[in-house]
């Protein structure tokens, strides 16, 4: 609210699911005749938000995955200074061994 900001004057604006209320706030007075109510609201925009989701990208995203090729099984990962010290002691590459140092 207005008035929890320190504030006389203002518009109040509260979204909810169902609706949604704009209120002008002058002195600390509601300003009643100029409150406006209107049904965009939450509910509405889930609702379209779902719609989008069904009709647009779900389809999209089921039709990319039925063209896409098999992805290869990704690689096991490896402690990285380890594995490679070892091999290249185990080889005897003592050059390249002293360059990593």
Known sequence: SA???G???ALVVDVG???TCAAPVQDGFVLSKSVRVSPLASDLVDRHLE???ETKLLPQLA???AAAP???PAPTPSP???RVLSELRA???EAQLARLR
Do not use: M, T, V, Y
């Open 51 to 53: 719609h989008l989701l």
């Open 17 to 19: 699911a169902a609706k």
């Open 63 to 65: 039709r990319e995955q």
């Open 3 to 5: 008035f929890s900001l």
């Open 7 to 9: 504030r006389a004057s």
């Open 91 to 93: 080889r005897g590459d």
């Open 70 to 72: 098999a992805a290869p």
């Open 80 to 82: 990285f200074p380890i």
